[in-house]
């Protein structure tokens, strides 16, 4: 149980384009889900706090409207990156708390979608 | 705001134990230490977390400094699928939520 997908897995764009990645929890209702940016070597960096039905709380230095996050539902969240640049190539991760008491203090991590863009 | 530090990498003999130190100086009294590993190119995975006693499961122990400013986690017996980077994480809570900071990590290599 417990388990967090992510869509696309990896993702080839042009410059300039938008791309949207998918986080769903499989088998629990996820009230609030993350979002992190990791690069090649580097350990994660929390970008955003996703809640349902709420607007999303982001870190310090990322851009909200770079990076769009849509939590409508207790199981998808998504990650738009818009406008896409060479620099926003990396390795971006999700992961969801589940709250029915079963793992109260875990995060649930997907296992990643690598965005490069040409 | 790096709230832990670690070695940035560790060898281990295939069936030895391997000890991963993590030093969080500045913790704060309700906040947990937690410990995942991330096999190349996977999404972390969970291994144990702790706040002032030490705990084990069948993964792994963690031992926690009664000053709680570091912690050891404790594989007891390193096989080559332990190969992996461990992060050390504290959960930080703020604006009614909880939140991870992830340390640097170490890459621990499991010997044959």
């Known amino acids: 149980g417990a388990v967090v997908s992510q869509h696309p897995s990896r993702v080839i764009c042009k410059s300039g384009t938008s791309v949207k990645i998918e986080c769903r929890s499989l088998?629990?209702?996820?009230?609030?889900m993350f979002w992190y940016r990791q690069f090649p070597k580097k350990s994660l960096m929390l970008m955003a706090t996703?809640?349902?039905?709420?607007?999303?709380?982001?870190e310090q230095g990322v851009e909200k409207d770079k990076f769009l996050i849509n939590h409508a539902s207790l199981t998808l969240s998504t990650l738009t990156v818009t406008s896409a640049h060479p620099e926003d190539s990396s390795f971006y991760i999700c992961?969801?708390?589940?709250?029915?008491?079963?793992?109260?203090?875990?995060?649930?991590f997907g296992p990643g979608t690598r965005l490069t863009v040409l | 705001d790096a709230k832990t530090t670690q070695p940035t990498s560790m060898d281990c003999a295939e069936g030895r134990a391997a000890n991963l130190p993590c030093n969080h100086s500045?913790?704060?009294?309700?906040?947990?230490v937690y410990w995942y590993r991330q096999i190349h190119s996977q999404g972390p995975q969970y291994i144990i977390h702790?706040?002032?006693n030490n705990e084990t499961n069948e993964m792994a122990s963690l031992i926690i400094t009664e000053d709680r400013k570091s912690s050891t986690l404790i594989l007891p017996h390193a096989t080559l699928r332990d190969t992996a980077v461990y992060y050390c994480?504290?959960?930080?809570?703020?604006?009614?939520?909880?939140?991870?900071?992830f340390g640097t990590g170490t890459r621990l290599k499991v010997l044959a």
């Open positions: 992961s969801a708390r589940d709250w029915s008491g079963r793992s109260y203090n875990e995060q649930f």
């Open positions: 994480i504290v959960r930080v809570q703020t604006s009614g939520t909880y939140k991870y900071i």
């Open positions: 702790g706040l002032k």
């Open positions: 500045t913790i704060s009294g309700n906040e947990y």
């Open positions: 996703s809640n349902e039905g709420s607007k999303a709380t982001y």
């Open positions: 088998d629990f209702q996820a009230t609030t």
